[in-house]
């Protein structure tokens, strides 16, 4: 069964500073991943995905991330980040439907 | 677009009263999901449709849950009678099919508090 594991329950950096929300996964096949973000009382909204091609993904909002086949992961970065982005971060991978890790709180201090 | 639509955002029902949850696709796409969201379990898919005819339900939790969809652009899920463990926040996503790299959308959200 295809799973991701996001090992990290909180994230705590300074505005400013350089911004990783780390995320494993396990396949069979080719990995489809994806990074979404959910801000309080909100629904998920897509950051960006992994298909195929270049290892560092852009996405929304300044957020990239890198797609690393030998250690299996696909961390989240920013390479400045706000207090705005202080959210519940999700990795997730396709197979017919996303499977979700558990997530990752994300506090960006002023 | 205006997005996966969802009503309502909040309800708070007693035990053992029926709720029911609407979602309405993103026009054109034609795939489905229901998901739970709840600190204990994290995001759980409850129930996927393909071309309004359920795929996968394996993730309903027992029978007190139903899910329709009746046409390509609504949905509903029902919970009868309700329980104070099925408080939680429901979502709606879809996607326009079945190729692996399509976005799936989510909608806001539909709270749920039974008392």
């Known amino acids: 069964a295809q799973s991701v594991a996001q090992p990290e329950d909180q994230v705590n950096v300074a505005e400013g500073n350089p911004l990783t929300v780390k995320c494993t996964y396990s396949v069979s096949g080719n990995p489809y991943l994806f990074w979404y973000v959910q801000y309080p009382n909100r629904g998920l909204q897509f950051l960006l995905k992994y298909i195929t091609g270049d290892n560092l993904v852009k996405g929304s909002y300044g957020f990239e991330a890198e797609f690393n086949k030998s250690q299996t992961s696909f961390h989240l970065k920013k390479p400045s980040a706000l207090v705005s982005d202080s959210a519940l971060y999700f990795c997730a991978v396709r197979d017919y439907k996303l499977s979700f890790g558990a997530g990752t709180t994300v506090t960006v201090r002023a | 677009d205006a997005g996966v639509i969802q009503s309502p955002r909040h309800e708070v029902t007693e035990m053992g009263q029926e709720v029911t949850l609407r979602c309405k696709p993103i026009?054109?796409?034609?795939?489905l999901f229901w998901y739970r969201q709840t600190m204990m379990r994290g995001l759980e898919l409850l129930i996927y449709f393909n071309n309004n005819v359920p795929i996968d339900d394996s993730g309903m939790p027992e029978d007190r849950f139903s899910a329709k969809m009746p046409n390509a652009s609504f949905s509903t899920l029902k919970i009868q009678p309700s329980e104070p463990r099925d408080s939680a926040v429901y979502f709606c996503?879809?996607?326009?099919?079945?190729?692996?790299?399509?976005?799936?959308?989510f909608g806001p959200g539909t709270r749920l508090l039974v008392l």
């Open positions: 996503a879809s996607r326009t099919g079945v190729l692996l790299q399509e976005t799936q959308y």
């Open positions: 026009s054109g796409h034609n795939s």
